[in-house]
């Protein structure tokens, strides 16, 4: 079976900084991807690993090992508008679906 | 310019009706997908269209069944509509890239509500 978990809750406070992990189990894995979601909002896109190591976009940066069915989201400088919820996805089999985790809630404190 | 459109936002609707929702993507992709995000926030993919041609059917009920007039549009409809359909229909698209890498272009939702 495929399965991907991820935290359900983090809290920090603005400036911080706050990693959520997401560890996988799937067959015929291309890549992890990391989406953003505001309440009542799209999901939007933030990162895709496809090799192992660290990438890096800004505030954000995301890693993955592969050996391990590992990943993280680090989320660095908080700031309020940080606070969503966060889902670790992977594109998995011929059809390189994304198959999305269960989402970290992140509250970013004053 | 909105990137990946749907309608309606928002759809509340009696058991046993039939509803459809629209999606129009305008980001020239060639795959469209639905997910459904229920209560606990968790998003499952439904159906995607690839050219429309139907490419991912996931355990869906029957009920649930998906045209794409063009590879700019993917509609659903919704047959004998049951509590258990209320959620958040998302419509996406993608368009394929390195292999592998395909970042995924999200609507805003529509939220369903059956009584």
């Known amino acids: 079976g495929q399965s991907l978990e991820q935290p359900s809750e983090v809290t920090a406070v603005e400036g911080a900084i706050v990693q959520i992990n997401c560890t996988y189990q799937?067959?015929?894995?291309?890549?992890l991807s990391w989406y953003q979601q505001h309440d009542g909002g799209a999901p939007t896109f933030l990162s895709y690993?496809?090799?192992?190591g660290l990438e890096e976009t800004g505030r954000f940066s995301s890693f993955l090992s592969r050996s391990d069915s590992y990943g993280y989201l680090l989320l660095q400088e908080l700031q309020m508008k940080d606070s969503a919820s966060y889902f670790c996805?992977?594109?998995?089999?011929?059809?390189?679906?994304?198959?999305f985790g269960t989402g970290t809630l992140l509250a970013v404190q004053p | 310019d909105t990137a990946v459109s749907q309608t309606p936002k928002y759809l509340v609707t009696q058991m046993g009706n039939d509803k459809s929702i629209k999606c129009e993507q305008n980001?020239?992709?060639?795959?469209m997908y639905w997910y459904k995000q229920d209560s606990k926030k968790f998003l499952k993919i439904m159906f995607s269209?690839?050219?429309?041609?139907?490419?991912i059917n996931e355990t869906v009920p029957n009920r649930f069944s998906p045209k794409s007039p063009d590879k700019a549009h993917l509609n659903l409809h919704i047959n004998s509509l049951e509590l258990g359909d209320s959620a958040v229909y998302f419509c996406?698209?993608?368009?394929?890239?390195?292999?592998?890498?395909?970042?995924?272009?999200f609507g805003p939702g529509t939220r369903l509500l059956v009584l």
């Open positions: 996805a992977v594109s998995a089999g011929a059809t390189n679906k994304l198959i």
């Open positions: 996406a698209s993608s368009q394929e890239g390195l292999a592998g890498r395909s970042s995924q272009y």
């Open positions: 799937t067959s015929g894995f291309y890549g």
């Open positions: 980001l020239g992709h060639d795959t």
């Open positions: 690993n496809g090799l192992d």
């Open positions: 269209y690839n050219n429309k041609e139907l490419i």
